[in-house]
C-alpha cells in the first residue's frame, strides 16, 4: 500500500459564499472593510406588485371620470311588486317558486337592490298582472290577444 497521511487535508476549491449569503448585510460591510469593490443598485418596484406607475395626471384623471354603475330597479316598482304579490296573497317565496326564480331575487327587487332583468321583470309582471315597466306602472296588465 501506499503511504498516504491520513493527517493532511489538501482543499482543492474552496466555495464562494451563494447568492443569498453575498447579498446580506454582513456580507457586503466585510467586503467593505477588505476594501473590495462592492457595486449597489436599486431595482425599480422589486418585490413589489405593481406594474403600473400611477402618476398624479392618473389619480387627476381617476377623480374627473364618471363613475360607472349598474341601473337598480327603482322603489317605485319594488313597491307595485310588494302589493301586487300580497294582493294575490302570495309570499316571495311564492311568488319566486311560481316563476320559477330564486326568493333572493324577489326579495332584491322589492327593496331595489336588483339590476333589472326583462325576462324576470316579465315573468313577475305576468305573475301578479300589474305593469312593471314603460310609462303607466302599477296598472293592470292588459292580456296580449293573438293575431292571426
Do not use: F
Not at 324576470?120 to 293592470?140: F, H, N, S, W, Y
Amino acid at each position: 500500500m501506499a503511504e498516504s497521511d491520513w493527517d493532511t487535508v489538501t482543499v482543492l476549491r474552496k466555495k464562494g459564499p451563494t447568492a443569498a449569503q453575498a447579498k446580506s448585510k454582513q456580507a457586503i460591510t466585510t467586503a467593505q472593510r477588505r476594501g473590495e469593490e462592492v457595486q449597489t443598485s436599486k431595482k425599480w418596484a422589486a418585490g413589489q406588485n405593481k406594474q403600473h406607475l400611477v402618476t398624479k395626471n392618473t389619480a387627476k384623471l381617476d377623480r374627473e371620470t364618471e363613475e360607472l354603475h349598474h341601473d337598480r330597479v327603482p322603489l317605485e316598482v319594488g313597491k307595485v311588486i310588494q302589493q301586487g304579490r300580497q294582493e294575490k296573497g302570495l309570499t316571495q317565496k311564492d311568488l319566486a317558486t311560481k316563476i320559477n326564480e330564486k326568493p333572493q331575487i324577489i326579495a332584491d327587487y322589492e327593496c331595489g337592490r336588483a339590476i333589472p332583468n326583462n325576462q324576470v321583470m316579465g315573468k313577475i309582471e305576468r305573475a301578479i298582472g300589474l305593469k312593471l315597466r314603460g310609462k303607466d306602472i302599477g296598472q293592470p296588465l292588459e292580456p296580449k290577444t293573438k293575431k292571426k
